[in-house]
């Protein structure tokens, strides 16, 4: 059974004065769930703060489950672990399916657009309500990896140390993708403009968008040992029928099959569109110039066979953040698991990093 934690709550602000967005537009109340393992010490300097991936909830030690324990890196009985839910989410946070004060009805497909930013800005105040001034470690993988270069630019002063894992601004492919997987729950008929009942979500549109997703986050090599070109495992014949799948068919239809039991398809929509938004200056000489701001050492780790952030691209910005002289390291983990190594292969990447 995973580690339970220490504390489990809701943090509610934003009632009076707006939460205004980066794309102009304002949320009001606004509401971060967040899970605490471990306490925080006396001058409360020993809080590790973990952002997780597009479909990732505040309860890390669910699914990081690997990362925790004596010797690794979130060791409670020396650290304090919080991990917030993203806005947007339907794991708790402020998104789609609250309602809107202003017409008394859910969000829906109405809900903003919510940049990386944001949920940086919005952890920090959480921060602020938990009497947390700077962060030991802000640590991530993917989008969560995102959130902890964005704490590292835009508080410097708060952060002393920052991991990035699987994470930098994302390609054109990458875009194209996750493009497709938005356009795949748009036209699904049961979409309704954004406007379904929970029990009633586009199931076809949002499992196709997980398959194409799961794509992404393995590799060919990974695909190749695991399924080949063998048919299907239930019996399936497909060199006799149209319909019939191969393995690899299979498991993806699988995947979507179970993610939407858990997830909501305008929360897929307002976080992977933040993931896509995501840069560190919208020039060279801007990201300079917002590198340059980075106090914190910084750990980047590549992933060898990650071909949505491929570790060339995540050694690349390690580069640029020397030429700035920010103290970076570069690590690369060795999996044939794809980007989602840092899931699949936790106890791997566990002994990469050692305790924090």
Known sequence: MPLQPTVEADFCFAEADPFRLDCGEEISPVRLHYAMYGTPNARRDNVVLVCHALSGSARVADWWEEMFGDGRPFDTSRLCIVCANVLGSCYGSTGPRDLDRRTGRPYGASFPVITIGDNVRAQALLMDHLGVDRLRV???????????????????ERVERCIAIGACPISAMS??????????????PAWRGGDYEPDAQP???????????MCTYKSPELFDKRFGRKPNRNGEEPDKRLADRFDVGGYLDYQGEIFVRRFDANSYLVISKGMDLFDLGATPEQERQNLSRITARVTLIGISSD???????????AE??????????????????????????ANDLARMLGPL
């Open 138 to 156: 802000v640590i991530g993988g993917s989008i969560g990896g995102m959130q902890a270069l964005d704490w590292a630019i835009r508080f410097p």
């Open 175 to 188: 875009l194209a993708l996750g493009h497709l997987q938005r356009q795949a729950i748009l036209s699904d």
């Open 203 to 213: 199931v076809r549109g949002l499992a196709l968008a997980r398959a194409i997703a």
């Open 307 to 317: 071909w949505l952030f491929p570790p060339e691209q995540v050694r690349s910005l």
């Open 320 to 345: 640029r953040m020397k030429q700035v002289g920010v103290r970076v390291e570069y690590l690369e983990q060795h999996s044939d698991h794809g980007h989602d190594a840092f899931l699949a292969d």
